[in-house]
T-cell receptor, first 112, second 114 residues
């Protein structure tokens, strides 16, 4: 599958391949992380989250990996489908403020 | 419950006019957030409420911006004397007060200042 070592604004993958989207976060004190999917003209939609005391969490077709040492987060999508085409954002939060800090988005394009 | 609802979905206004947006959060959510998103960027935090109390405001929120949540349910965001730089998508989100819980976003209000 396709992967992005550093953050790139666009990732193009073939339908059925696995996708890996990377994100670097800024605050070493952040203790909660979320991946959101945003389709054109719509608000961000929750995909999966992970707490800082974990390094991996799996959902349906998605896996989030957290590396606190290098402040890096990744989202793996298995068997990418055309409906996965969207912009993906990582977001971080520290403490109980509720405020989310969003990273740069990655546009995922799925080729049929 | 149909999720977070925002109104209007689109607003076109002339520079200098005032605009007001409304957000209805998920009914059992105590926290309500406002974010602004410009094209190609991630959402930027503006402010948030816990019940009717406004607990935090970003430096992005100039004096021309004011948000209220008078009864701890719906919220309004008003922009006075709009400028072209205010053109953006304004997103509302809500969550419970539980630590480490996701925020649910509305569809946003797209503001265009001409």
């Amino acid at each position: 599958g396709e992967s992005v070592g550093l953050h790139l604004p666009t990732l193009s993958v073939q339908e059925g391949d696995n996708s890996i989207i990377n994100c670097a976060y800024s605050n070493s004190a952040s203790d909660y992380f979320i991946w959101y999917k945003q389709e054109s003209g719509k608000g961000p939609q929750f995909i999966i989250d992970i707490r800082s005391n974990m390094d991996k969490r799996q959902g349906q077709r998605v896996t989030v990996l957290l590396n606190k040492t290098v402040k890096h987060l990744s989202l793996q999508i298995a068997a990418t489908q055309p409906g996965d085409s969207a912009v993906y954002f990582c977001a971080e939060k520290s403490g109980n403020t509720g405020k989310l800090i969003f990273g740069q988005g990655t546009t995922l394009q799925v080729k049929p | 419950d149909t999720g977070v609802s925002q109104d209007p979905r689109h607003k076109i206004t002339k520079r200098g006019q005032n605009v007001t947006f409304r957000c209805d959060p998920i009914s059992e959510h105590n926290r309500l957030y406002w974010y602004r998103q410009t094209l190609g960027q991630g959402p930027e935090f503006l402010t948030y409420f816990q019940n009717e109390a406004q607990l935090e405001k970003s430096r992005l929120l100039s004096d021309r911006f004011s948000a209220e949540r008078p009864k701890g349910s719906f919220s309004t965001l008003e922009i006075q004397r709009t400028e072209q730089g205010d053109s953006a998508m304004y997103l509302c989100a809500s969550s419970t007060t539980a630590q480490n819980t996701e925020a649910f976003f509305g569809q946003g209000t797209r503001l265009t200042v001409v």
